[in-house]
T-cell receptor, first 115, second 114 residues
Framework: AQSVTQLDSQVPVFEEAPVELRCNYSSSVSVYLFWYVQYPNQGLQLLLKYLSGSTLVKGINGFEAEFNKSQTSFHLRKPSVHISDTAEYFCAVSDGSGNTGKLIFGQGTTLQVKP | KAGVTQTPRYLIKTRGQQVTLSCSPISGHRSVSWYQQTPGQGLQFLFEYFSETQRNKGNFPGRFSGRQFSNSRSEMNVSTLELGDSALYLC?????????????FGPGTRLTVT
């Protein structure tokens, strides 16, 4: 079965500093990878996704992620964070070989941006 | 275009009761998925519906059920509520069923079981 591990439950960082949120997934023949953000009292919003092609994926709000098949990782990065980036971030995987949208989520990483 | 709407937003129920949650997908979307979010277990997949058919089901007891109507609106029902059912229930819709279709999430229904 697919699984996702987010290596950090909380990441504190100062405003305008770079940040990396780490995500590892269990290996599969084909896999689709996603990062979602959840602000307090809201649903999830898609930041970016990897389906195929270039391993460097750019998303909204200045975020990007790199798919690394050999290390089964999909880490999320932003070169300079803002206070408004404070939120919970979820890495998710979908089985690319199946005709289903089922997502398996990691436990989440709380990004705390300090002034 | 209106987003995914979920009703009600907040709900308080007593153990043993049953509850029905509703999800209206984005216009034109035919696939709806449900997820349960709790502090302990995180986000867990409940089920997925496409064209009124259940496509996939997560590892939840039979007390959890759902359905989808011809207009793609979906409902989920939880019978004989337990304290552990307290959670945020999220609904997501997509154009079709499959991993390449972006899922749009609603704001969720927060269920509290006392």
């Amino acid at each position: 079965a697919q699984s996702v591990t987010q290596l950090d439950s909380q990441v504190p960082v100062f405003e305008e500093a770079p940040v990396e949120l780490r995500c590892n997934y269990s290996s599969s023949v084909s896999v689709y990878l996603f990062w979602y953000v959840q602000y307090p009292n809201q649903g999830l919003q898609l930041l970016l996704k990897y389906l195929s092609g270039s391993t460097l994926v750019k998303g909204i709000n200045g975020f990007e992620a790199e798919f690394n098949k050999s290390q089964t990782s999909f880490h999320l990065r932003k070169p300079s964070v803002h206070i408004s980036d404070t939120a919970e971030y979820f890495c998710a995987v979908s089985d690319g070989s199946g005709n289903t949208g089922k997502l398996i989520f990691g436990q989440g990483t709380t990004l705390q941006v300090k002034p | 275009k209106a987003g995914v709407t979920q009703t009600p937003r907040y709900l308080i129920k007593t153990r043993g009761q049953q509850v029905t949650l509703s999800c209206s997908p984005i216009s034109g979307h035919r696939s709806v998925s449900w997820y349960q979010q709790t502090p302990g277990q995180g986000l867990q997949f409940l089920f997925e519906y496409f064209s009124e058919t259940q496509r996939n089901k997560g590892n939840f007891p039979g007390r959890f059920s759902g359905r989808q109507f011809s207009n793609s609106r979906s409902e989920m029902n939880v019978s004989t509520l337990e304290l552990g059912d307290s959670a945020l229930y999220l609904c997501a819709s997509s154009l079709s069923s499959g991993p390449s279709y972006e899922q749009y999430f609603g704001p969720g229904t927060r269920l509290t079981v006392t």
